[in-house]
């Protein structure tokens, strides 16, 4: 399992490539994907964001994932469906990881513009509570509440609200994750009774039952998010949404490779 096979490889030293490269010939804020709602948003970066990463402990994540269970599969395909398995699934987990930021964008924007319409310190407090981590503005709302009726810091409420609303929605995602739980996903669907030992558990884990709690940890974490957390579960949950579907596809279709 651990011989890289060839369209791995590839896609491997491609990512560890544009890492370097990355903010010095290759600029985030055109190939991360922002919303389309964004200033920055481009067509390109549904697939372009897939080969961006945000730091060594991103890339190495994701890239040893892809190490691992990247090579069974593209040995039981071959690397050119290998290669269309990736994208489509990482172009998947973008599609609908921007469906449901759509969604969060939207609530975004009504609860902007409630405050705006009317400021008051309570108003402030459960604004920054639900869109940026719990406690944030501590210093700015207790201020407020000691002068709520100060023009300054209504005003000031008012440019951290617009300040916090802009940020959101300017804020791109990097990364493989997608097209890696959708290598899982198929995985844990082709060989699902092969045998994985894990970090941290002392005895050997079906890959059908680790793909499956996997995926309910990431539909937890995606319906239960606190602000602040960073991570895309949306995305990741996409990537194996379109991995399940595309396997299906080519089960009825080609049965002979499989």
């Given amino acids: 399992m651990l011989n890289i096979t060839p369209m791995v490889r590839n896609i491997l030293i491609i990512n560890v490539v544009i890492f370097i490269l990355q903010d010095r010939l290759i600029p985030s804020a055109q190939f991360a994907l922002y919303h389309f709602s964004s200033e920055y948003f481009q067509p390109i970066q549904l697939l372009s964001h897939m080969f961006m990463h945000g730091s060594w402990g991103h890339l190495f994540s994701n890239m040893f994932s892809l190490f691992i269970f990247g090579p069974m599969l593209e040995r039981f395909w071959g690397p050119q469906r290998f290669l269309a398995f990736y994208l489509i699934t990482g172009l998947g987990a973008s599609l609908l990881y921007t469906g449901v930021r759509t969604f969060e964008l939207n609530n975004l924007r009504a609860d902007t513009e409630q405050y705006l319409e009317n400021p008051t310190p309570l108003g402030f407090n459960i604004f920054m509570d639900n869109h940026l981590a719990p406690g944030a503005g501590l210093e700015m709302a207790s201020e407020f509440r000691r002068n709520p009726d100060s023009p300054e ?23 493989a994750s997608g097209a890696v739980f959708g290598i899982l996903m198929a995985f844990g669907m082709l060989f699902p009774n092969l045998e994985l030992f894990l970090l941290f558990i002392p005895f050997p884990v079906k890959a059908k039952y680790f793909v499956l709690l996997y995926g309910a940890y990431e539909l937890y974490s995606g319906f239960n998010r606190v602000p602040g957390d960073n991570v895309a579960h949306f995305a990741h949950l996409g990537g194996m949404l379109f991995a399940y579907i595309l396997i299906r596809m080519w089960q009825r279709n080609d049965y002979r490779n499989y």
């Fill in 153 to 175: 810091y209504i005003e000031g409420s008012k440019q951290i609200v617009r300040r916090v609303y802009n940020q959101v929605v300017n804020t791109p995602l990097v990364g």
